[in-house]
Structure formats: C-alpha cells, structure tokens
C-alpha cells in the first residue's frame, strides 16, 4: 500500500480545496500565506491519518 494512490491524492486534494474555502467563507479569514501554510499542513496531515486507517484495516 503506497501513499501516492489515486484515492489518496484526491482526498489531500479535497481536504486543501475545502479547508480554506471553509475558514473563508465561515470565518472570514483573508488570504495570506500564514492561511494557505495552515490549509497545507492540515491537507497534508488528514491524508496521512487517513492513510494510516486505512493501512490498519
């Protein structure tokens, strides 16, 4: 089981696009690279802890 499978790199994908989308329209947050920093590590952590579960089944 490799990280760089298909279901893995859209759900990093996903979690990117939604996250920020999420804390601009419901907080209000300007964009900022303080912002797309945090929408990056958050992306990058949910995928490997769903890749973790996912290992484990």
Excluded at 1 to 10: A, C, F, S
Aim: charged share 20%; aromatic share 20%; proline share 2%.
């Amino acid at each position: 089981m490799q990280i760089l499978e298909k279901k893995y790199i859209i759900f990093f994908f996903v979690v990117f696009i939604v996250s920020p989308l999420i804390g601009m329209l419901l907080f209000e947050e300007e964009l900022n690279s303080v912002f797309v920093a945090r929408a990056l590590f958050t992306a990058s952590l949910s995928t490997l802890i769903f890749f973790f579960i996912n290992k484990r089944r």
